[in-house]
């Protein structure tokens, strides 16, 4: 029995499991499966469901506690207890209630805007300053090498297995996460905090490790980075000055549930009823990526984690379903971001008209034209409902 949407002559298997369909490795079998509903081991380039152990889980658990008794007793020895990363989303600004709020901690809220912070995102740090008392810093000097970089996963960036926004977020997160790893560097700091919710383990479970940081996050000069870039990332100066802080994921361990996130950050004031959507705080330059996605694959590959979450809660597929399909429409319409997205590919000097002749040429070669074309009429479709074969 799959779980389908006929459109015309056109028929999209998708899973009866979780929500994804075929696109970049994902396929559905003959039982209306995904790969990863089928087989949990199951690895593919642009994703793979992490495995975590209920031992993983309990020394995740036990260490963070730790943490927070440490934080707790040294807390008044010096200025901050802790970094936290801030990017104006509920899940940081909740994490950022939870350490002032619930654990009467006070860390320094670091926000760093590549030239394409969201104006929502922008307004929730503006809202949530007004009701938690916190020291704010804002980065936003390290606009020209977000720049360099963006307009190479824009025009040179391409695959058919891996989604352009999860490679641009991993490979920008190498920056935006050093960054603040570096302001708490400068303070000796122990702790940097990152509010990413337990679908968020692709990378990285609890902590961000230490060798990663020392070996991967620098900067790509074969690709898009110039020399005067390197300065934004962390040096082998830096480490033999300082020791690095342990990057910590809390929501990996702690109670979480999206909705009652989402009910807290508005119910406490700290953005308005809907801007804690984080199809509006995401930044512009992962809109022009899910544009990029969309007429590239027939897909947002965005979806493997929300298909997480519904692994994890079956109540929330039928929800997950119909704002999948919806999304990816407007997104492959040019309608989400619209303005800012043209605002972006000036930017980087490119337009929309040259952006989509690039990806028609890489669909032309790529082995699963086919099937990316059905995708496309099938988001192209104006109906919603799925139905059971």
Not at 91 to 113: F, K, Q
Not at 148 to 157: A, G, H, I
Not at 190 to 207: N, R
Request: hydrophobic share 35%; glycine share 6%; with cysteine.
């Amino acid at each position: 029995m799959l779980e389908h949407e006929t459109i015309q002559k056109n028929v999209i298997p998708v899973c009866k499991n979780c929500i994804l369909y075929s696109f970049a490795g994902i396929e559905i079998n003959k039982e209306g499966e995904c790969n990863f509903c089928a087989d949990s081991t199951t690895k593919l380039p642009l994703w793979e469901k992490v495995a975590i152990t209920q031992q993983d889980q309990e020394r995740a658990t036990k260490d963070w506690q730790n943490v927070v008794a440490e934080m707790k007793k040294n807390h008044g020895k010096q200025q901050y207890d802790c970094v936290l990363g801030w990017s104006g989303g509920k899940d940081s600004t909740s994490m950022l209630h939870y350490l002032v709020n619930e654990l009467g901690l006070n860390p320094l809220a670091v926000s760093i805007d590549p030239g394409t912070m969201s104006d929502i995102a922008r307004d929730n740090v503006a809202m949530a300053l007004k009701k938690i008392k916190v020291d704010h810093v804002l980065i936003d000097n390290v606009q020209d090498t977000f720049m360099r970089f963006f307009r190479w996963m824009v025009l040179d960036f391409d695959s058919n297995e891996l989604g352009a926004g999860s490679e641009q977020c991993r490979y920008c997160g190498y920056l935006l996460h050093g960054l603040i790893v570096k302001e708490a560097m400068k303070r000796d700091i122990p702790y940097v905090i990152l509010g990413y919710s337990p679908d968020q383990i692709h990378f990285y479970f609890y902590e961000m490790p230490r060798e990663e940081i020392v070996n991967e996050w620098g900067p790509d000069f074969g690709k898009f980075s110039i020399e005067e870039d390197a300065k934004w990332y962390i040096a082998p100066m830096d480490l033999k000055a300082k020791d690095l802080p342990r990057v910590l994921l809390p929501y990996h361990v702690l109670p979480y549930k999206e909705d009652k996130v989402i009910k807290l950050v508005e119910d406490e004031g700290y953005v308005e009823k809907g801007n804690a959507d984080p199809l509006k705080t995401n930044c512009y330059a992962l809109s022009a990526a899910l544009f990029y996605e969309a007429h590239r694959l027939g897909a947002l590959c965005y979806a493997v984690q929300p298909a997480e979450l519904v692994r994890q809660d079956p109540t929330l597929r039928k929800k997950w379903l119909l704002t999948i399909k919806h999304f990816t429409r407007t997104v492959y319409n040019g309608d989400f971001n619209r303005e800012k997205v043209e605002e972006f590919y000036k930017i980087i000097g490119t337009s929309r008209e040259e952006v989509l002749e690039r990806i028609r040429k890489k669909v032309d070669k790529d082995p699963n034209k086919e099937n990316i074309l059905r995708n496309i009429e099938w988001i192209k479709s104006d109906r919603r409902k799925f139905k059971t074969i």
